[in-house]
């Protein structure tokens, strides 16, 4: 068995860059993306990553499809 993903997502986000995250209701807000939750498909969920908020003072665990580049 192999330790790698079956269908990884390439999201082309790295460690350090700067996100938009959607949350439940459609609105967006800045975060830093830490990295891959690589233990995601082990409780039959999709692809998620962690994304730290510097504003918040919190990190959390959310959906790939719902994290955006931010320019600034």
């Not at 350090?16 to 082990?42: L, M, Q, Y």
């Not at 908020?53 to 719902?66: D, K, N, T, Y």
């Amino acid at each position: 068995m192999s330790d790698q993903p079956e269908n990884p997502i390439d999201h082309g986000f790295k460690e350090g860059d700067k996100v938009w995250v959607e949350d439940g209701e459609g609105r967006r807000h800045p975060g830093i993306f830490v990295g891959d939750n690589e233990a995601s498909g082990w409780f039959g969920g999709g692809p998620s990553a962690y994304v730290a908020h510097p504003e918040g003072h919190q990190a959390e665990v959310v959906s790939v499809f719902r994290i955006t580049p931010r320019e600034e």
